[in-house]
């Protein structure tokens, strides 16, 4: 018996890590935080409505900054090279933080 319900519980945690991976896709919060008004990202087929006038993603500067100064960047706590960044960031750094993740890890 014990071990029975040890397995139920392991199939209802399996279950529910699914759907919460599914929601924290980073690709679709990057979508759904409007990233994508200004940023393509060609490596994972999310194409910009402007894409000539913002960088795609990511770039070396994405790629070099650490997540939490890109943070403070997206917020427009801080500026980079004198600039601010096109859009200050109001939603929930968590996922900023996946999204950055996300970007730094494409390949
Ligand atoms: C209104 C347009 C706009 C939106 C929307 C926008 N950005 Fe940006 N982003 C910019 C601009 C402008 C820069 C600075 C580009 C530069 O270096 O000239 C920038 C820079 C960046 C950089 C650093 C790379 C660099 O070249 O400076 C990252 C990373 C980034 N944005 C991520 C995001 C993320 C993640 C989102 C969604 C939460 C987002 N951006 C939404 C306009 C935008």
Redesign the pocket.
Same mark, same amino acid.
């Given at each position: 018996m014990k071990t029975t319900a040890l397995i139920l519980a392991m199939f209802f945690a399996i279950g529910s890590f699914a759907s919460f991976a599914q929601q924290n896709d980073p690709k679709t919060?990057?979508t759904n935080?409007?990233?994508?008004?200004?940023?393509s990202v060609p490596k994972a087929d999310i194409k910009s409505k /402007?894409p000539t !006038?913002?960088?795609d #993603?990511?770039?070396?500067?994405?790629q070099e900054?650490k997540i939490d100064d $890109?943070v403070k960047?997206?917020k427009q706590e801080t500026t /980079?090279?004198g !600039?601010?960044?096109? #859009?200050k960031?109001k939603?929930n750094e968590d996922?900023?933080k996946s999204? $950055?993740k996300w970007?730094k890890e494409l390949k």
């Open positions: 919060l990057f935080n409007k990233c994508n008004m200004c940023h /402007m !006038k913002y960088p #993603l990511p770039n070396k500067i994405a900054t $890109l960047f997206i /980079m090279n !600039k601010k960044h096109g #859009l960031f939603g996922e900023l999204i $950055l970007l």
